[in-house]
């Protein structure tokens, strides 16, 4: 009989990992995947990507997922391939077709309405998501045929660029803000062009300042040692970066781990990542009006996370 498959003995993992996401694979098994290989006690994602979707997914592990809200609300950008002339159950390829339609446009007319898409715009949540109604997800009641009424809701599209236009397929890339349905995107657009559409492909290239020329395969990290699989982590901190960052003695090093709140100088008000005298990171406080700095979220005092560069940090 073959052997029963030894359980992984779990440590204490800190860090970021980019994962390029394979297709049919959720966000959840990729997340259970690369948890397994870094033998990691605590892990999470943040941005979640259909089973369809590839590309970029960040695998939070130990302290840094406590600031994972910080790419749940973060820019993300696509590559999108759109089919034109067909709308499907889920508008996307994995939905049953509801209609067809005759496809007649020329780029001029497609570059066009992608235009009627830049800047603000208005979406309705897909019946096929993961949003709450009365305690269900939305797509409980699509899986039952029922349709609820869904109220739409401001996105942005920073960027949507025509990159390739063939027959009855477009690609595009897209850059817009959170909570974005690229999904509902494609068919809002091929609703304009007259024909229909459904999303027929997508890959996340980036998530904040995170971008998939960094990210690795599952395959990939399987083939590593764990030395090499540790290597590719990035640090807690990471997901901070784009915050004002202060330095604390070793008196406030101890307040601020405590909970306690520290004199602040500088000019900075709002969040700061905090680092000890020694550059471990301590978390992110909030510098208040009062001249106070407050700890609003702390990696575990025993063991802090290596901390990124941080050029002219303030020593309070």
């Not at 992608?114 to 019946?127: C, N, S, T």
């Not at 939305?138 to 390739?164: F, H, K, M, N, W």
């Not at 990471?238 to 781990?257: C, I, K, N, Q, Y």
């Amino acid at each position: 009989m073959p052997s029963r498959r030894e359980r992984p003995v779990w440590r204490r993992v800190d860090g970021v990992l980019l994962v390029d996401k394979a297709a049919g694979v959720t966000s959840n098994g990729a997340l259970q995947g690369a948890r397994r290989l870094l033998r990691a006690a605590k892990a999470g994602h943040t941005g979640t990507l259909d089973p369809l979707a590839t590309g970029l997914l960040p695998v939070l592990f130990g302290d840094a997922t406590k600031f994972g809200g910080e790419l749940l609300a973060a820019d993300k950008t696509y590559a999108a391939e759109i089919a034109l002339g067909t709308t499907t159950t889920t508008g996307d390829a994995e939905g049953a077709v509801l209609e067809r339609r005759p496809v007649s446009l020329d780029r001029a007319g497609v570059e066009r309405t992608l235009a009627r898409f830049r800047g603000e715009i208005d979406q309705v949540p897909p019946m096929y998501s993961a949003l709450k109604r009365d305690g269900r997800a939305l797509y409980e009641y699509a899986r039952a045929g029922q349709t609820v009424e869904r109220a739409p809701r401001a996105v942005r599209i920073d960027s949507l660029e025509l990159d390739a236009f063939a027959g009855e397929r477009l690609a595009v890339t897209v850059r817009c803000s959170k909570g974005t349905y690229v999904r509902v995107l494609a068919e809002d657009i091929g609703r304009v062009l007259g024909c229909g559409a459904h999303l027929a492909g997508l890959r996340r290239l980036a998530s904040g300042p995170f971008a998939l020329a960094d990210a690795i395969t599952l395959d990939s990290l399987a083939g590593l040692a764990e030395s090499a699989r540790d290597a590719r982590l990035l640090p807690v901190d990471a997901l901070v970066a784009h915050l004002p960052a202060m330095t604390l003695d070793e008196a406030g090093t101890l307040r601020f781990s405590q909970g306690q709140a520290n004199a602040a100088t500088g000019p900075e008000a709002g969040r700061i990542r905090v680092y000890g005298p020694g550059g471990g990171f301590l978390g992110v406080g909030d510098a208040g009006p009062d001249g106070r700095l407050r700890p609003r979220r702390l990696v575990r005092a025993d063991e802090h996370a290596a901390a990124i560069p941080v050029p002219a940090r303030k020593t309070l």
